[in-house]
């Protein structure tokens, strides 16, 4: 998917929501149990439900991986049933991958190969060519970790202080690896008075920005600083849409929560003229 | 496994060689196709003809995920099979994860729980609580990212100089969340003169040293460098063995290899006066 066809969707569906598909076996509803793949049963639910407020979905790949084999049936499964169904969507593998090049080509063939996502989230310690392998593909995106929205993101990610710090240095080296057309940020939503320091070095990229909801984060206050002319935000909620309610009406929830961000979501839109 | 064990297994088989098990399936020999599970029929070859001369194997996960649920019942596979027939190897999933608090807890039950792994490699961009559910499990390692062997490390581990380097302030900083008995440390070996200078801050940590044989690092400058009185040192060999042949004698050639490797080692064991 190209930036322009991203922007074009955040406007057709009038919202940038990412929906999180975090689907931890030991939360879903019970009654998906007696179901052969409840994971995969729990995926479906949600996606029917929520789809016209989302444009992305983001399956946490930890979820998945801690099943084992039958983690990666329910996860592919999942990809295929969203590409099938609801067409120009974009998905993103939150894996948090890098390794050296040789390796990172095999992270890149089995998101991008064995699985048709668009998107990949690279973590950045090892460096460009733990990253190039990914940015190989034609269509596909890396969104690179830079300020995260956990509590041990103060150990390095600051490191050795706020005019120098690392997290703004892999915003400033990584644009010499690729521009704006197929890399993107994580930027964590707990630290929103950040955005406007971090647009300042990467004033057109996307950002994804994982922790509004469950994780304490505020849509207000990302899009005050955050938005660009060309929307420039995937606002990423995962319990909060997901887990709403945990009975046989969880997809149901789950659709009301998505719709209400996707409302608050337009009402913004509007207001930067871009509706 | 504790840390005395380790060195206990070391001295029984006078040696510290971690076998790599970087099993591309498009690299191995082509007979192997004919079977059912070509990697998994690979690993087993490798495995019963080098474990006398390892005490450590060290799966690199993308290979398997590359493949999808093929792959990760292919490492299933492996990691039962090193576990049923060879009791007292020390079994490091090569993953470079590191999450959330709540999603690393899920990819440490992926390899501590679902698999029957000794330690897995972790990324330290998120910081402690991306790397504590790791270090939950009793017995259980964390090998966390320090100083890697590829280009990339230039990046940003040296950031911002020399002196307070970001790989220094991993190795610094995580001393505060567990000791030597449950953490190690990667460390390039293909950096081996920059060992000397890691030795000084985690004089008594193992630490796992990739970048032997293909990627370039000499094992003498690692043991000048890097031995301590303890050992201290899992050294790791991939390609160079497990790809040292491609044909029918793939698992002979790979002992050859791991045994001149071996012997190496056993002759610095016993110069050092641990033998």
Redesign the interface.
Known sequence: MTRNELFENILRKRSFLCVGL?T?INKIPSFLHKTDDPVFEFNKGIIDATNEYAIAYKP?I??Y??????G??AL?KTVDYLRNNYPGLFLIADA??????N??K??A??FFE??DFDAVTV?????????SPFLEYPGKWVIL?AL??????????H??DDE?S?YK??LG?SQSWSDNENMMYVVGATRAEMLSDIRKIVPRHFLLIPGVGA?GGSLDDVVAHGMNSTCGLLVNSSRGIIFADKTMNYAEVAALKAGELQQQMENHLIARGML
Chains 1, 2 share one sequence.
């Open positions: 975090d931890d946490n930890a979820f991986e801690s099943m084992g084999a039958q990666w049936i592919k948090k991958r890098g390794d050296i090049g390796t990172s095999l992270y063939r089995a064995n699985m973590a950045p310690y090892m460096g460009e060519d733990s990253v970790l995260t929205s956990n509590r041990g993101a103060d150990d390095f990610q490191h050795p120098n690392l240095l892999v080296k994780q």
